[in-house]
């Protein structure tokens, strides 16, 4: 199993550009979520899905868009980038049932807007 | 809102000691808590998960507790190696809206050889 996936390492965008983050999960798990990491303010949770056509906001959802058309992908969208999007991307995948929602996080993709 | 501590912020330590990283939450309806490890640059490693109905987990040299009356977990980690050099953080999911992970903001951990 490759686990978690995510695609580009690093990305530069330009303020107002939009781009799309990829993460896909070969565990077949229902769960998928992406994080933002910023310096002293840990992990916070930005979209998350519990299955292929449900997806729902998390803690700081504005400027990103997500759907969920398979099991295995989760794709990412900002739609307008700003500097305040600076920031490392997780992608994480769990099980929903009693495998008590071990998460499984991908290496995350560094992205930087100027 | 649940709120999330990590004491200390860094620790650096020699090699060989015995270590204990705290987290600690305001919220007592944890359904389960993760400790993860992350390597500079790289994602989060689980290390350990507790359910809310156990005190403690064990894998190798580190053990995990919890203890939901004090709004504490710990993190104990035996004769540390330089190997374990790297930023731990403690995740809480609260019962009612168990998708969601809480985290910390982490402790970076040196082992000094």
């Known amino acids: 199993n490759a686990g978690v996936t995510q695609t580009p390492k690093f990305q530069v965008l330009k303020t107002g550009q939009s781009m799309t983050l990829q993460c896909a999960q070969d565990m077949n798990h229902e769960y998928m979520s992406w994080y933002r990491q910023d310096p002293g303010m840990g992990l916070r949770l930005i979209h998350y899905?519990?299955?292929?056509?449900?997806?729902d906001q998390g803690e700081v959802p504005n400027g990103y868009n997500v759907s969920r058309s398979t099991t295995e992908d989760f794709p990412l969208r900002l739609l307008s980038a700003a500097p305040s999007q600076t920031s490392v991307y997780f992608c994480?995948?769990?099980?929903?049932?009693?495998?008590?929602?071990?998460?499984?996080f991908g290496p995350g993709t560094r992205l930087t807007v100027t | 809102k649940q709120e999330v501590t990590q004491i200390p912020a860094a620790l650096s330590v020699p090699e060989g000691e015995n270590l204990v990283l705290n987290c600690s939450f305001t919220?007592?309806?944890?359904?389960?808590l993760q400790w993860f490890r992350q390597d500079p640059g790289k994602g989060l490693t689980s290390l350990l998960l507790?359910?809310?109905?156990?005190r403690e987990q064990t894998s190798g040299r580190l053990n995990a507790s919890l203890d939901k009356s004090s709004g504490r977990s710990t993190l104990y980690i035996a004769a540390s190696q330089p190997g374990d050099s790297a930023t731990y953080l403690c995740?809480?999911?609260?019962?009612?809206?168990?998708?969601?992970?809480?985290f910390g903001s982490g402790t970076q951990l040196t082992v000094l050889p």
């Open positions: 919220d007592s309806a944890i359904y389960n």
């Open positions: 995740a809480f999911r609260l019962s009612g809206s168990a998708r969601q992970l809480t």
């Open positions: 899905s519990v299955g292929a056509g449900i997806t």
């Open positions: 507790i359910q809310s109905s156990q």
């Open positions: 994480a995948s769990s099980y929903t049932g009693l495998a008590a929602y071990e998460q499984y």
